[in-house]
């Protein structure tokens, strides 16, 4: 049984960078450091304890937020490791929420990249406070000054380094720690500082001191009379300044060659914040906006911020405890639900075992298994104390694929296995798509929605076929045509007869569909209206022109004819509907096409090939800016051209394009497109029978 710890014994720290920079490796050395693993793993073996799902052992990338606890100088750090390809931000995003501090990850050749910079806004976001770990200063061309240059030109923020590196390259050894003059030469424990370096060991420490001076008034204004700071005013400037984000430290080493990764540790326990300050709820169910703060002895308030199917325990869920004491074998109440939950074995990780707990005080995270109606973003609470979090703020979908099943057998798990997909992960997004029958699988990039489709089949063994979605046009009308439709049938008894004369014209944009009636003198009777809506009705959802839904249309009766006894309700429907096709045919009918609104984010450099390539796509650019080295391109692109923009974007940016894109309008088709999207689907139309 894991050992309990007080919340102000507690760090949970989020690892973020760009992918390749060395985090998973950070986490393995960290680990091995603090003696909770015997070795250290590597990424391309897929060896490492955070690399443990089959899919990023075969990949070779983290693809999951993991969780993985040490103990270091009598403190529990929570170390929560993040993907950083890019396909997998809603990973981050949901370990952003529960911590209490980040390390960036940032590789000493290459510097800031793209994936740096996408972190670097959503730590922003959450006001994280964060230390940058210049890592990999042992490979040919590290720089440790050309990487600080780069966090400065391309991030905002207070850079200070606390660390000088002793060597660079093949020449790296360690580093020195600059608040308390000590040197940590490869994996060892501190020791002396070389005298080599001493005068630039107290060069570089003024800046940490005028640092540390601005983030209080008090010792601003001592400094500025004095010109000196005492060792413990430096250390708790030094702490406030980070905590309030006006500092963010700089460290540095090599995580394949366990090299500053002890100084790291140290860091975090004597530098980085222990869980504070009061977190925003609101009541249930009164909607009151009220705030929590870390107590272990309030009522008990838990958080899920990830759950996960195993396929052999069920179940799991990542819970962060922001009020109160979590106690295994207890009952809380899901306030979403109303629900009551048992919280039967609270466990942590070490390793990839799962270690069992008696309880998480305030400010702590673990796993519970086996929760019935329990979700990601749901609030576990005491039950005289109900509230719930805001929601979570995931990035919309950008690439679809439609699925189906491989067999009928298949065919009866596909919703609920997509269900219980997306529960996992809340950036995927199932739908039936009405317009063109598909069931659509979004995410946010092609490995994301191929990793999904091989999770379904490892965790729920179903077997889907994947292809391109249909793009979902609509069918309207421009002007208004008019026609007329005898049905007529005699079988012996009882006849059919009807007549609709029906007159079609353009509603408003979204209006739907409108049906008149100006039918006088009673050559129809009003009886019949519900019959010929009914026949209309029937060609909506498959248009005329193409099978695809019509809208913003109405429908106008203006005669017909009856027959006082073969007259009836079938008759009226087929009439109704044979009319309004003739009339929706001569009424000027369009394919109307969706257009999303895209926002572009690419280094300067790939402005031009953006621009090049928006146009091939009928794209129409809205605006352009630069930020910090980057072109941002605003534009309004239809969706057939843009289908795979995640992977084409990717491979004309060398991997360094970014892009959102959310739905705009309807517009119009061009009429030459038109012609080959009707005669596709005519094709279509005739394969099928």
Not at 482 to 490: D, F, G, I, L
Not at 569 to 594: H, S, Y
Request: with cysteine; hydrophobic share 40%; aromatic share 6%.
């Amino acid at each position: 049984m894991a050992a309990a710890f007080a919340t102000e014994q507690l760090r949970s720290v989020i690892l973020l960078g760009h992918g390749g920079s060395g985090k998973t490796s950070l986490t393995e050395a960290m680990l091995f450091s603090a003696g909770t693993i015997s070795r250290m793993g590597k990424v391309e073996e897929g060896t490492t304890v955070s690399d443990s799902d089959e899919e990023e052992i075969r990949r070779r990338i983290s693809l999951n937020l993991t969780l993985l606890p040490c103990e270091w100088e009598k403190h529990k750090i929570n170390l929560l490791d993040t993907p950083g390809y890019l396909d997998f931000v809603g990973e981050v995003i949901s370990g952003l929420r529960v911590a209490d501090a980040g390390i960036v990850v940032v590789d000493a050749v290459s510097g800031v990249e793209v994936g740096t910079e996408l972190v670097w806004q959503h730590a922003n976001d959450r006001q994280l406070p964060r230390l940058v770990f210049i890592n990999k200063m042992d490979r040919e061309n590290a720089s440790h000054q050309r990487a600080l240059a780069s966090l400065r030109e391309k991030l905002e923020g207070n850079f200070v380094p606390l660390q000088l590196p002793i060597g660079e390259q093949a020449g790296f050894e360690g580093v020195i720690d600059l608040v308390e003059r000590k040197a940590y030469i490869g994996d060892k424990a501190a020791g002396e500082v070389p005298a080599a370096m001493a005068d630039a060991v107290e060069e570089a420490r003024t800046a940490i001191i005028e640092a540390a001076a601005e983030s209080d008034d008090a010792l601003i204004e001592k400094y500025l009379d004095s010109g000196e700071l005492s060792e413990a005013e430096v250390a708790a400037g030094l702490k406030a300044g980070i905590a309030s984000g006006k500092i963010i430290p700089v460290l540095c080493g090599s995580a394949a060659r366990n090299i500053g990764v002890k100084a790291l540790l140290h860091t975090l326990v004597r530098d980085l914040p222990p869980p504070g300050g009061e977190v925003p709820v609101v009541r249930v169910p009164t909607n009151e906006e009220t705030v929590l703060r870390f107590d272990s002895t309030a009522p008990v308030v838990a958080f899920a911020f990830k759950t996960t199917a195993d396929p052999y325990v069920g179940k799991l869920t990542l819970l962060r405890v922001y009020s109160g004491t979590l106690k295994s074998n207890s009952h809380v109440v899901n306030s979403r639900t109303g629900a009551q939950e048992r919280t039967a074995q609270i466990m942590t990780t070490r390793g990839k075992e799962q270690v069992p707990v008696d309880e998480l005080a305030a400010g702590d995270i673990g796993i519970v298994g086996k929760l019935g109606d329990t979700v990601t973003g749901d609030a576990l609470c005491d039950a005289g104390h109900l509230v719930k979090f805001p929601p979570f703020k995931f990035p919309e979908p950008v690439f679809a694929v439609a699925v189906a099943p491989k067999t009928k057998a298949d065919s009866a798990k596909i919703g609920p296995s997509l269900a219980r997909l997306v529960e996992e992960d809340p950036t995927l997004h199932w739908r039936n798509e009405p317009g063109t029958r598909q069931l659509i699988l979004e995410g946010m990039g092609d490995a994301h929605v191929d990793t999904a489709i091989r999770r379904l089949e490892q965790k729920f063994g179903l077997s889907v076929l994947t292809s391109v979605p249909k793009v979902p046009y609509r069918e309207a009308v421009t002007k208004t045509g008019s026609a007329a439709y005898r049905h007529k049938k005699q079988t012996g008894g009882a006849g059919q007869f009807a007549e609709v004369h029906m007159r079609v014209e353009p509603a408003e944009r979204d209006a739907g569909f409108e049906f008149g009636w100006e039918v006088f003198g009673g050559a129809v009777s009003s009886s019949f209206q519900p019959s010929i809506q009914k026949g209309i009705r029937s060609v909506l959802e498959s248009g005329p022109l193409a099978g695809y839904p019509v809208v913003d249309v109405k429908a106008i009766v203006y005669d017909g004819k009856e027959h006082p006894v073969d007259s009836k309700d079938i008759a009226f429907q087929i009439a109704g509907r044979e009319a309004f096709k003739e009339a929706f045919k001569q009424a000027g009918p369009v394919l109307l096409e969706p257009i999303m609104e895209v926002t572009i984010v690419v280094p300067e450099e790939f402005m031009g090939d953006v621009m090049g390539d928006l146009t091939t796509r009928r794209g129409r650019v809205q605006g352009t800016d630069q930020e910090r080295g980057n072109a941002i391109v605003r534009a309004e692109v239809p969706l057939a051209e843009i289908q795979r923009y995640a992977t084409d974007l990717r491979s004309f940016t060398q991997g360094r394009g970014i892009f959102t894109m959310k739905f705009a309008r309807y517009d119009q088709v061009p009429s030459h497109l038109q012609a080959e999207i009707i005669a596709q689907a005519e094709k279509e139309r005739e394969e099928e029978e």
